[in-house]
């Protein structure tokens, strides 16, 4: 065993028939992986925490609408990494020509399968401190970066399951650390390809800016339609010190076939700001719980998604501005269109701590039907523990507004053109917002597509 590794030993006594079963999968997959100590001891600690924990259910309120009784992690066979760097001649087309319409990035990262294919990252920004790198390789050379930032945030009981899942399964990840005042000018982006039919891919994305730092950073997940059920797995820890600005994207557009569960933590600190997007166009089944921590007096915090479903997608959106501290801001909007017989769910919730005076919070959801068979629930929420604050929410669910459409015909638009018109004018206030033109036109092309498609 080389030095500073560990090969981790599950135990599969763990007290049922079935939990053994996934454990002994479990362990068969640790026991090839040879990493850094730091990660193989959080990775036995995820497991236990998954094994003690029980499977959440429909009686939960959080977990009403989307029923986990079929997800099975045995069934699933964790990927393994034995491949080497590639050429960008040789990455995955989609890749390619992502690739090709942004060129101005501070740095890429390309993972297949969790396996990292490509990586490159700004000299100048490197000379100045700024890490870009795999967690592996942290682990391995800055152990105490990951000591103070990795799984460190407050997740609730509601995510702990899959959170757990998460960390135990975990198959690529990178860390992005922006050291204080340094303003990354272009983006930092990392593509995840996924095309190994039943395989689960578990990423995380750890980026830190330490105080008066600005980044961008993006997150795009690709794949194929599968024949055979893929699972994907995704955590995000944010932490912004002092006056930091940390942007982030995650634009989801994979194909049939995949579950997603995506679970994002933003820590902002004293004037820091956060400014977050999320775009699910793509898998059978997404999930997103997606938390602001206002951690520091003055923080502000932006919380922006879309969504277009189409076929039969379910899409599940759990968001949290939590306020801890006085004087922050945050603001969510939040908007999903919906065709053919597609479902989604919005469940958000404001919470201010007591003592977390001159809160300024505001969420909206809307939501817009393409058809009759479409339906979506939005459940906002407030829970107020100051006395001083501004606090407001609000949810809609409307059918394409037929006024609308047959004013657009009567000038010549037949209804696909009509309703393409309407449907950017709805996400348009979103989208105007997704830091990148090739991201943004990306998104477009994608939604173009769903509507010629229905």
């Known amino acids: 065993m080389a030095e500073g590794t560990v090969t981790s030993d599950v135990s599969t006594d763990t007290g049922g028939p079935a939990v053994d079963s996934i454990a002994r999968g479990l362990a068969t997959f640790v026991r090839a992986v040879h990493e850094p100590s730091l990660l193989g001891r959080l990775r036995r600690e995820a497991w236990k925490v998954f094994v003690d924990t029980p499977m959440p259910t429909r009686k939960s309120e959080e977990w009403r609408y989307t029923d986990l009784a079929k997800l099975d992690p045995e069934s699933y066979a964790p990927v393994s990494c034995e491949g080497e760097r590639v050429t960008l001649d040789e990455l995955p087309a989609p890749v390619r020509k992502a690739m090709e319409s942004d060129r101005d990035r501070a740095g890429v990262m390309v993972r297949h399968n969790g396996c990292l294919e490509h990586l490159r990252i700004d000299p100048a920004l490197e000379a ?21 930032f990795l799984f460190q945030s ?27 005042e340094v303003d990354v000018e272009h983006p930092v982006h990392a593509f995840r390809y996924l095309d190994e039919e039943g395989g689960v891919v578990s990423t995380h994305s750890l980026i830190v800016a330490e105080a008066g730092a600005r980044v961008t950073c993006i997150d795009e997940y690709v794949s194929p339609d599968m024949e055979q059920e893929s699972l994907s797995l995704n955590g995000v820890e944010i932490f912004g010190a002092e006056g930091a600005t940390v942007s982030y994207l995650a634009v989801q557009q994979y194909g049939r076939g995949v ?31 997606v938390t602001s921590h206002l951690e520091g007096e003055g923080a502000r915090s932006e919380m922006l998604a879309l969504w277009f479903g ?61 058809s009759k068979d479409a339906s979506a629930v939005a459940l906002p929420n407030l829970e107020i523990g100051a006395d001083d ?61 769903k509507i010629e498609g229905r």
């Not at 569960?261 to 997103?288: I, Y």
């Not at 017989?341 to 959801?365: C, E, H, M």
């Open 310 to 370: 189409d076929r039969d997608q379910h899409f599940d959106h759990h968001t949290l501005q939590h306020h801890e501290a006085p004087s922050a801001h945050s603001d969510l909007l939040y908007k999903g269109a919906l065709a053919a017989s597609s479902t989604s769910v919005f469940r958000g919730l404001i919470k201010v701590a007591p003592g977390a005076q001159l809160t300024d919070a505001y969420q909206t959801n809307r939501n817009l039907l393409l």
């Open 389 to 449: 604050v501004k606090c407001s929410h609000g949810a809609t669910v409307g059918q394409v507004d037929d006024t609308m459409l047959f004013y657009l015909m009567s000038r010549g638009l037949d209804r696909e053109q009509a309703e393409r018109l309407l449907v950017f004018g709805f996400f348009d206030e979103v989208l105007e917002r997704v830091p990148g033109e090739g991201v943004r036109s990306r998104i477009r092309e994608s939604i173009e597509a």
């Open 259 to 289: 579950k997603h569960f995506s679970m994002q933590h933003s820590n902002t600190g004293k004037d820091s700001t956060l400014n977050g997007f999320n775009v699910t166009l793509g898998a059978d089944l997404a999930r997103s719980d």
């Open 128 to 148: 100045r401190g700024l890490i870009y790198a795999p967690l592996e390789d942290v682990a391995a050379e800055r152990p105490e970066l990951l000591e103070r």
């Open 154 to 180: 407050d997740v609730a009981p509601m995510e702990q399951k899959l959170w757990a899942l998460h960390s135990a399964l975990l198959s690529g990840g990178y860390l992005l650390y922006v050291p204080q």
